[in-house]
């Protein structure tokens, strides 16, 4: 199923003009790689299957393979002009892993050394296909529907608007740390999948439910909300597009020009007008990638997946999810409508996954449902009622973080609930000891 999906998008992608995920991905065993420190990533998932002695010998494999690489490549002045130096030799190992389980295993040694190469190829596969979604939104959706939310987060006391100027007073330091939270986001969740997966090598298989199956869902359905509900964020659409970011990172007095496309030079400083909001057309290069945030969304997955970890992961969870809706609101890339939608979308998935894993009794049944009708809710008052809400804010946004709350209650109380059914009742002390039966005389 997912090597059909991923066919189906290269020949869409193909339609557009541009590679797709599959050509992408194969491009990278020779070529200079787009993403070298999530190919090291993948590596590292697969090497949860191998032992100590196996895992230095892959390190020091990816290792040689990148420097070969990059010593031909000054040899012959062949110096990439983009692309990262390193992360051949990572994905030669992933590759090597499936060849060796094919080759020289079997049974279920085969099975697990193949699933340790399939997560780190999904993992980078995820990543392809996510950039071919991007293009194709911005190929097929040319118009968004930014004013609609603009309007609706007027409910939320426009929290963009207003993490944008407090990102601006902090000054470089903020802006620094929530750019680096936000650009590796996929080295927490690695960080987090590693110590669920810690015993796997020991144990000689997977955990039934672990944060990359939930990571892999999100970026798969994720996507497809935004060929619903295209939308290219504050940012773009009442801002200077990317020349903010250079203005913020260096401090310049004067904002850059606004875009041709932008309704106007607004955010961060000026409230847009909440009145008659309309489609409106836009570039298409532009992703349209805001609703729902599938950073908040991804950031969700790691807070959820870490409560379960010791203090300082359970910390470090913590610390990324706050860290990244401050840089989604702060940099102008989502609405505030957008990271409710995003925990909802989160929640949801994790509880078909979990009620999948345990035969979808009742309480997961309708934790599923109800979390996915508070989505579509959600979607559909963003859509269609976004002046009433902007008109009467202390209504529209109550309900909003009330109908959100009520998705992380019935989650936190569901997942409960399956922890104690799934745990044995705690011991009162040794049972009494009971007399034999006396033997039976021989006649």
Not at 138 to 149: A, E, F, G, I
Not at 198 to 207: D, M
Not at 384 to 399: I, K, N, R
Request: hydrophobic content about 50%; aromatic content about 10%; proline content about 9%.
């Amino acid at each position: 199923m997912t090597l059909a999906f991923l066919v189906a998008l290269e020949f869409a992608a193909r339609h557009h003009g541009v590679p797709g995920p599959i050509t992408n991905q194969v491009r990278e065993v020779a070529y200079p790689p787009d993403s070298g420190g999530l190919l090291y990533a993948a590596m590292a998932l697969t090497m949860v299957v191998l032992t100590w002695r196996e895992r230095f010998l892959a390190v020091g494999a990816a290792i040689g393979v990148d420097v070969a690489f990059l010593a031909v490549r000054w040899a012959v002045d062949a110096r990439p002009a983009e692309g990262h130096p390193f992360g051949i030799g990572a994905l030669w190992v992933v590759l090597g892993c499936a060849v060796v389980a094919v080759t020289r295993r079997t049974g279920r040694e085969r099975v697990l050394l193949l699933k340790g190469a399939g997560l780190g190829l999904l993992l980078v596969a995820g990543r392809k296909t996510g950039d071919t979604w991007l293009l194709i939104t911005s190929k097929t959706r040319p118009t968004v529907l930014d004013q609609y939310l603009a309007a609706a987060d007027h409910a939320l006391g426009d929290p963009s608007w207003l993490a944008g100027r407090l990102v601006t007073a902090t000054g470089p330091v903020g802006f620094h740390v929530l750019d680096f939270v936000y650009g590796n986001l996929a080295v927490a969740a690695v960080v987090a999948a590693l110590y669920q997966l810690r015993r796997v090598a020991v144990e000689r298989r997977f955990p039934r439910h672990h944060l990359v199956r939930t990571f892999l869902v999100i970026g798969l359905l994720g996507p497809a909300c935004y060929m619903i509900f295209p939308v290219v964020g504050p940012l773009y659409a009442y801002g200077t597009g990317n020349a903010y970011w250079a203005s913020v990172s260096l401090w310049a007095p004067d904002s850059p020009p606004t875009l041709p496309w932008a309704v106007g030079d607004l955010w961060p400083r000026i409230l847009p007008p909440a009145d008659a909001p309309l489609p409106m057309p836009f570039d298409g290069i532009t992703p349209r990638n805001c609703m729902p945030s599938l950073h908040t969304a991804w950031a969700t997955a790691i807070f959820v997946h870490t409560r379960t970890g010791p203090r300082p992961l359970r910390w470090a969870g913590t610390f990324w999810l706050v860290s990244t809706v401050c840089a989604t609101l702060g940099f102008g890339y989502h609405y505030g409508v957008d990271l409710l939608a995003g925990v909802v979308f989160t929640l949801t998935v994790e509880a078909a996954l979990r009620a999948h894993d345990r035969g979808w009794c009742r309480p997961g049944t309708l934790l599923v449902v109800h979390g996915a009708s508070v989505f579509v809710a959600l979607l559909v008052s963003y859509r269609w009622l976004p002046v009433p809400m902007a008109e009467h804010p202390w209504v529209a946004g109550p309900l909003l973080v009330l109908a959100t709350a009520s998705v992380v209650l019935a989650y936190v109380r569901t997942t409960a609930r399956w922890s104690g059914s799934s745990v044995p009742p705690p011991d009162a002390g040794p049972l009494p000891r009971q007399r034999s039966a006396p033997r039976a005389e021989s006649v």
